[in-house]
């Protein structure tokens, strides 16, 4: 199993951009799916996941703008109005059984910077 996540890259503070990651291989079922960020200098941290009853969940730094969402084994984050401090590598992670057992898998992180 493979997640390829694209769509970082330069937009400026109040804009929109849209992160995408797409899940490949041996895959059974997704059972759990969400973005996280690092930031330069400073730990991993959760952004947004779905919930377990096909809700979603955000850190509260990212309520109300970024939107978390999923066709099949691909997942986006929609990133609108973001702020200088969105600024991350922003990485997907996916819980996927592969018909024997269930393992986390990550993607390689896409780069957002936010300018003013």
């Known amino acids: 199993v493979q997640l390829q996540a694209c769509g970082g890259g330069l937009v400026q503070a109040g804009g929109s951009l849209r992160l995408s990651c797409a899940a490949s291989?041996?895959?059974?079922?997704?059972?759990?799916m969400g973005w996280y960020r690092q930031a330069p200098g400073k730990q991993r941290e959760f952004v947004a996941a779905?919930?377990?009853?096909?809700g979603s969940i955000y850190a509260d730094s990212v309520k109300g703008r970024f939107a978390i969402s999923r066709d099949n084994a691909k997942m986006y984050l929609q990133m609108n109005n973001p702020r200088i401090e969105d600024t991350a590598a922003y990485y997907c992670?996916?819980?996927?059984?592969?018909?024997?057992?269930?393992?986390?898998?990550w993607g390689k992180g896409t780069l957002v910077t936010v300018s003013s």
């Open positions: 992670k996916m819980s996927i059984n592969n018909g024997l057992s269930a393992q986390d898998y």
């Open positions: 291989g041996n895959i059974f079922k997704i059972l759990r």
């Open positions: 779905f919930t377990s009853d096909g």
